[in-house]
């Protein structure tokens, strides 16, 4: 198979009894597009379905925080978490 026809790249290459990989070779937040296949002597076999994810990016910032209450010894305030 030849990665630069089907416009991907080759991450890495696992033997026949591991079905795990990880890679480092991420952005956050960018979407990516994964895709395996298995190979033996005969060749490759077709791709699978496509795992589409999304690198882990860090949050947006809380609303601004709302004072609830002051007292001479303490302060009280809140704020709503970011959406992601």
């Known amino acids: 198979m030849n990665p630069t ?3 991907f790249s080759i ?3 696992v033997d026949a009894f ?3 990989y990880q890679t480092t070779a991420v952005t956050s ?3 990516y597009s ?3 296949l298995a190979t033996n002597a005969v060749g490759d076999g077709p791709l ?3 795992l ?3 690198a882990a990016q860090v949050p947006d910032a809380p609303n601004q925080p709302t004072l609830i209450n002051q007292m001479p010894d303490s302060i ?3 704020w709503i978490p970011p959406n992601d």
């Open 5 to 7: 026809q089907n416009n």
């Open 11 to 13: 991450l890495g290459t």
């Open 18 to 20: 591991t079905f795990t």
């Open 29 to 31: 937040g960018v979407v």
């Open 34 to 36: 994964f895709e395996v």
């Open 48 to 50: 699978s379905s496509p």
């Open 52 to 54: 589409q994810v999304k």
């Open 76 to 78: 009280s305030f809140s």
